[in-house]
């Protein structure tokens, strides 16, 4: 192969770094990414829509549980917790994309939703036994943070 054609081929074979994150689930045909770290909720949330996306929602049982299974053989930072698209609204909790909290996943055990914060985060393990349950956080918190986005973006 002569030089300059190998320089076109190049930057084709480069991988795009956030497909190693990622997992599609088959359920919803949604994306999703998930970090090893992060900044505030808003500065989080800024991140997934400047990637054709957002903070996830999770409007079934389903969906949780495909969210959970992925977030339980991850590794991240910030005290196991990620940031999701669930935030209070007039004092009623909903998912950013408009849709009802239909599912009970509130660390209830410990209290939770204690009034803290008007964003959530959920739980890989901690405290120990919350895996995949959420709590509220002010939005300063910085937290890693998972991303939805629609199929094929
Ligand atoms: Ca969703
Ligand atoms: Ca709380």
Redesign the pocket.
């Known amino acids: 192969m002569t030089a300059w054609r190998r320089s076109l081929l190049l930057p084709r074979s480069v991988p795009k770094l956030k497909d190693d994150f990622s997992s599609l689930d088959e359920g919803?045909h949604?994306c999703y990414t998930f970090t090893e770290s992060g900044k505030t909720w808003t500065e989080n949330r800024n991140t997934c829509k400047g990637d054709g996306g957002d903070l996830?929602?999770?409007?079934t049982e389903e969906?949780w549980q495909f969210i959970n299974d992925e977030i339980q053989h991850r590794s991240i930072a910030y005290l196991n917790e990620y940031h999701i698209g669930l935030e209070k609204n007039g004092g009623d909790w909903t998912w950013i994309?408009g849709g009802p909290l239909t599912i009970s996943k509130w660390q209830v055990t410990h209290g939770e939703p204690s009034g803290d914060g008007d964003v959530a985060v959920m739980s890989k393990d901690y405290p120990p036994g919350t895996q995949g349950l959420f709590n509220d956080l002010p939005d300063y918190f910085k937290r890693a943070f998972i991303c939805?986005m629609p199929r094929g973006t």
Do not use: L, Q, W
């Open positions: 919803t949604s996830v929602s999770m409007e969906e994309n939805e």
